[in-house]
């Protein structure tokens, strides 16, 4: 009988350690089921129960456990002390951890990295994914807000600001309203333009607007920096010769997604932005260009190329003449069927040009006279610094609309001048309302309490980026 006893007690003592050293890594080990050390936006609304609170931790992959984490919440005795408000939790976060900052971890600001390349559309998405504001509201704004005059071109646009939205790191205020975001990314390109800026600018006969505009197109054109400035000076080359600029970049704006297999019939696409049927530059930028993009415009190349097309591996390869890009296509691809459409589409809507540069006069007047001489008035004003945010206390930020969940999409096939490993990959995949105007024709548990915050803290977020090649 004692023997039993004894084994009855080995038994239950097993079971204790058990229980308590499962208690104990859930407390105290990160989330193994996270795969990056990044953040996440975490939104907490006044009078939100225990369980919303674990259930979302949970569908967020923050915690392993809703009764593990609830039940740690009371026997650390913050089952009532846990606040409102805006947090940026990291992915691989204890249970330990997670309490600490749901108690004193809200945030006045939000940490957001725009990439180089994106789009308005994509920055919309970003910033709705992380519970800042809904996309639909960014891109309202867009449609409207100029803050600064040489943003302006001389035909319309779906959104002026496309491309004067610096890619940058900004600290966003928990409640900033769309103003205010777009004000202080384009304060950041503002900074950009420094009067030497625009001076060298304006010695190109180029307006601000062209600028950017042909920085754009360089910076989805290239996956490598040592690529922009030849490929900055093949197109100047080919708008002093009146050749059309061919981009596969600016079809992919016209159709609102990032196309590597383009066909003839997209070279055909009836669009101002569409640069195989329309010679020159397009109404305005096609993304929001980095500073090495704007620096490859800058400090472009003199080059007698012509033509360039991206490797398998995003390297990009220069041609003076029409044989030599269609032979550098074939040497690089061969009979590649993922390029042959991209082949033909190039050959029926790229004739050889040579001819026309040859006889013709090159104008290196890349801009009207009108708009290099309306920019003038900026030449010499110092850049300003305008943004001055109004935040609203977590408490009363409305309830956020969760990010839309867009279905995936298997990729197109490869592109004879895209590159599959390291290709720009749009955060939408069916064309965004911010490109559809640009075409014409996403056991009981103990009771847990939430009370307002009561101060703030600051914390990070990366956005992972990316960029696209020809």
């Not at 993922?338 to 040009?353: H, I, K, L, R």
Request: net charge negative; aromatic share 8%.
């Amino acid at each position: 009988m004692r023997k039993t006893l004894r084994y009855i007690l080995i038994v239950i003592i097993v079971v204790v350690l058990i229980i308590a050293g499962g208690l104990g890594a859930i407390y105290l080990v990160p989330n193994t089921f996270a795969q990056d050390d990044g953040t996440q936006v975490l939104v907490i609304e006044k009078g939100q129960t225990g369980t919303e609170i674990a259930d979302m931790l949970y569908e967020r992959g923050l915690i392993r456990s809703t009764q593990g984490f609830k039940l740690w919440l009371y026997l650390s005795g913050t089952n009532d002390k846990l606040q409102t408000g805006h947090y940026q939790i990291p992915n691989k976060v204890t249970v330990r951890e997670l309490i600490t900052l749901l108690q004193e971890g809200h945030v006045a600001s939000i940490r957001v990295t725009i990439p180089e390349g994106y789009t308005v559309g994509d920055i919309a998405i970003v910033l709705e994914k992380n519970q800042i504001m809904k996309a639909k509201d960014f891109l309202a704004e867009a449609k409207t807000f100029v803050p600064y005059p040489y943003m302006k071109g001389t035909r319309p646009a779906t959104y002026p600001v496309e491309g004067f939205l610096f890619p940058s790191t900004y600290e966003i205020p928990v409640g900033a309203t769309p103003r205010e975001v777009i004000q202080m990314m384009a304060d950041e390109m503002n900074r950009y333009l420094t009067p030497a800026v625009k001076k060298q600018i304006q010695a190109q006969h180029m307006s601000i607007h062209d600028f950017v505009t042909l920085a754009s197109i360089v910076e989805r054109e290239s996956l490598f920096d040592a690529d922009r400035p030849t490929i900055a000076g093949v197109f100047k080359k080919r708008l002093a010769h009146g050749i059309p600029l061919q981009s596969d970049a600016t079809i992919s704006y016209v159709l609102g997604y990032a196309k590597e297999d383009v066909t003839i019939g997209d070279t055909q696409l009836q669009s101002p932005y569409n640069t195989y049927v329309s010679k020159g530059l397009p109404p305005g930028p096609i993304a929001n260009p980095g500073k090495k993009a704007l620096d490859a415009v800058l400090h472009s190349e003199d080059t007698d190329y012509l033509y360039f097309v991206a490797d398998k591996d995003g390297h990009n390869h220069f041609s003076k003449t029409y044989e030599e890009h269609l032979a550098a296509v074939h040497k690089i691809y061969g009979n590649d069927t993922a390029t042959s459409s991209n082949t033909e589409a190039a050959v029926q809507a790229g004739p050889n040009y040579d001819v026309a540069v040859a006889t013709t006069e090159p104008n290196y007047n890349y801009s009207s006279e009108e708009a290099v001489q309306a920019d003038s008035q900026y030449v010499d004003v110092e850049p300003t610094y305008k943004y001055t945010p109004t935040t609203v206390p977590a408490a009363e930020i409305p309830a956020p609309t969760p990010a839309p969940q867009v279905p995936a999409q298997s990729a197109p096939a490869m592109q004879s001048s895209t590159s599959t490993s390291n290709s720009y990959v749009p955060t939408t995949t069916p064309a965004p309302e911010s490109m559809q105007n640009v075409v014409p024709s996403t056991q009981q548990t103990p009771h847990i309490e939430v009370k307002p915050a009561e101060s703030v803290d600051r914390s990070t977020l990366v956005v992972p980026s990316g960029n696209s090649n020809k």
